[in-house]
């Protein structure tokens, strides 16, 4: 017999009573504000086209790395789970066994955030009221199937239902933002936007970069084999994004925080070696380096704002990026280095206030050491939310003990999801207003806030530094 399914009202506050009351009281003020979601990777054809979700394990399981990568640490093949082959090999194709091999794993999840998403999503989405098992994997399958071919469960309906006021999807610069123009000619009011993510035509290692550079030149009309006419092709691009699929933020995901501010000459010849293909790898961060103190400068120009999201090593499984491709669940953390690496960028602008950077690690011991002083000082810098293996309880919880002290609550930007699994949005969002009500509630209870400042900031990490951050 399966256990019942529960969500208990007090998850995630403080365990002491003092801290909780005030956290659950903060919590009521702040859990049906709407959702702001600045930066993430969904999928804007949903929106735009607005068909159904196909069924459970397509919508679950094969288009998630967070899910499929605990299971591929314990043996499972990832043919197994449905996901495609670059080479169009056989993988799974019945997505009824694809949920029974999630279904008979759930014990793999236990104490990860994505438990906590999961059973968000089941509960609250789908009214399913017992844990996911072998045993019941047939029977609830049936029961989101029978909903996802419903009306008010296509994307658009739980948009709303979702209370979401705007969310922002990511596009390659090459993206003819197709999806984007047709949810603002479509009369929907729902906000869609997109960011630009410039990584394909500025990475010299990105795959196909000098094919990227010539498509690049050909849909702008500039030409990409000189330095001047490639930075032109690039602004071009910005403006096209804001035109087209309203951007307000920029995104760059290096491997390091390196920037350079090289003089036109050697920048102009470094680009040459590039294009040609014949670098080294030092050259290939130097450039990439330096394209980010030059979206810096487009930054101050046309006012987007900048994401930084450096500091993994990508595709680290050489054999699963071959078979399957880039974002596979194989990114591991490396430690990255600010104070040094941002230095080039923060003496040309730094002192801007124009621009307005937002900067994510995935080294959490920069951030007492380095982004918080950084962002306490600059008024170039934000410092990002918890982000990727670090958007969770604890890695939240760490997050705010070691940014608030040196850069306080202002120099951060709320919260956003980063994430590409749709229905997993509102269970974020309420997972980081559940650990920032706690975090506040223990301050309020320590008598090192106000009750009346904790409401505000309370109301301002869960809503309004993201839109402000973010421009929206």
Request: with cysteine.
């Amino acid at each position: 017999m399966s256990l019942p399914l529960t969500l208990h009202p007090d998850r995630l506050f403080p365990a002491d009573e003092a801290s909780r009351a005030v956290a659950r009281a903060l919590y009521a003020e702040v859990k049906d504000l709407p959702i702001v979601s600045p930066h993430g990777h969904t999928d804007p054809r949903w929106y735009a086209e607005n068909e159904p979700f196909p069924d459970p394990a397509t919508l679950f399981i094969v288009p998630d790395h967070y899910v499929f990568r605990m299971l591929y640490s314990q043996g499972v093949a990832l043919e197994d789970l449905g996901v495609p082959r670059r080479d169009g090999g056989p993988t799974e194709q019945d997505s009824r066994k694809i949920w029974r091999i999630f279904a008979a794993n759930q014990h793999l999840f236990r104490g990860t955030p994505s438990a906590m998403w999961l059973a968000h999503a089941f509960h609250e989405v789908f009214g399913v009221r017992e844990r996911l098992d072998a045993d019941n994997a047939d029977r609830i399958y049936d029961q989101i199937d029978a909903q996802l071919k419903l009306p008010e469960f296509r994307p658009r309906a739980l948009f709303e239902r979702f209370n979401i006021e705007v969310i922002a999807t990511t596009e390659s610069p090459l993206d003819e933002l197709k999806w984007h123009k047709q949810i603002k000619t479509s009369g929907w009011q729902g906000r869609v936007l997109t960011a630009y993510r410039p990584d394909p035509v500025v990475d010299p290692e990105f795959p196909g970069f000098a094919e990227n550079l010539v498509e690049l030149g050909r849909i702008t009309g500039e030409d990409t084999t000189s330095w001047r006419g490639y930075l032109a092709a690039l602004e071009t691009r910005r403006a096209y994004f804001r035109e087209h699929g309203g951007c307000t933020s920029t995104d760059h995901g290096h491997p390091t925080a390196t920037t350079a501010d090289l003089s036109p000459k050697v920048a102009s010849d470094l680009f040459d070696k590039v294009r040609s293909g014949s670098f080294t790898a030092h050259e290939a961060e130097l450039f990439r380096g330096q394209m980010l103190t030059e979206m810096a400068r487009m930054s101050i120009e046309d006012g987007l704002v900048m994401q930084i999201h450096p500091g993994s090593f990508r595709n680290h499984n050489p054999g699963l990026l071959a078979k399957f491709g880039r974002d596979k669940g194989a990114d591991i953390p490396t430690a990255t280095n600010y104070v040094h690496a941002l230095k080039p960028l923060l003496d040309r602008f730094g002192n801007e206030t124009r621009l307005s950077i937002i900067l994510f690690t995935l080294d959490e011991t920069s951030y007492s050491r380095e982004l918080a002083p950084l962002a306490g000082h600059y008024p170039s810098l934000k410092i990002g939310p918890a982000w990727w293996f670090y958007d969770s309880p604890e890695g939240m919880r760490r997050y705010r003990e070691l940014v608030t002290e040196t850069a306080g609550f202002y120099n951060t930007v709320g919260f956003n999801d980063d994430t590409r699994a749709f229905l997993s949005i509102p269970a974020r969002h309420d997972v980081a207003r559940r650990i920032d009500c706690g975090y506040l509630g223990r301050l309020v209870a320590e008598h090192r806030l106000d009750l009346d400042e904790a409401q505000a900031v309370a109301r301002d990490l869960a809503h309004g530094l993201a839109k402000k951050a973010y421009k929206l």
